[in-house]
């Protein structure tokens, strides 16, 4: 079994090979003061939206009590969040990145974040495979998750996509066959 130490070193290393590949483009890590991170897996994370509210992002997985690597105030690693997997949670300048880092073919396809949104607003789904949050008094979108992408170890795109489940977004990654690790990219932005 990895120590935690080596497990978000591992996880690091993972999602950092694969952001350089994929280019500039990426939202970068950033300090965001309005970005409030809990401490545990399931207390996730709220962000703020373009209207001044604030959602919560949740992490449900098999190890939800996992306590958070602290590595500067923007980024944090979830080692061993479920079986084969850790997540590296970044603030950016806009909102969060849920980099999830699936080790191998035991990790589970799907990973659930439940989404809670104060009242008159809502999350509807867009063309792009993404999820909009929505001002229902004003029809004006004010926040988005991101349709995610996911990569394998030789930079090869893997199939990762959305399913609303209720209040949850389950992001779903066809790994098999992948080359691991396999980096997927959950992405909040106001």
């Given at each position: 079994m990895r120590h935690a130490r080596d497990g978000a070193a591992a996880a690091m290393n993972?999602?950092?090979?694969?952001?350089?590949?994929?280019?500039?483009?990426?939202?970068?890590?950033l300090e965001n003061p309005d970005v409030a991170w809990g401490q545990r897996a399931r207390d996730g994370v709220w962000v703020p939206t373009k209207d001044g509210q604030r959602i919560h992002i949740g992490i449900d997985a098999t190890a939800a009590d996992t306590v958070a690597q602290v590595l500067r105030p923007s980024l944090r690693v979830f080692v061993g969040i479920d079986v084969d997997t850790?997540?590296?949670?970044?603030?950016?300048?806009?909102?969060?990145?849920?980099?999830?880092?699936?080790?191998?073919?035991?990790?589970?396809?799907?990973?659930?974040?439940?989404?809670?949104?104060?009242?008159?607003?809502?999350?509807?789904?867009?063309?792009?495979?993404?999820y909009d949050v929505v001002h229902l008094r004003y029809g004006a979108t004010v926040g988005r998750m991101y349709n995610p992408w996911a990569s394998d170890s030789m930079f090869r795109p893997v199939k990762a996509d959305y399913a609303l489940e209720g209040s949850s977004l389950t992001m779903r990654v066809q790994h098999t066959g992948a080359?691991?690790?396999?980096v997927a990219d959950p992405h909040y932005a106001r």
């Open positions: 993972a999602a950092s090979r694969v952001l350089v590949a994929r280019g500039r483009n990426e939202p970068q890590e850790d997540i590296v949670a970044q603030t950016t300048a806009s909102g969060v990145r849920l980099l999830t880092v699936i080790h191998g073919a035991d990790a589970p396809a799907e990973f659930r974040f439940p989404i809670s949104l104060v009242d008159g607003l809502a999350l509807e789904a867009m063309p792009s495979g993404g080359y691991y690790p396999v």
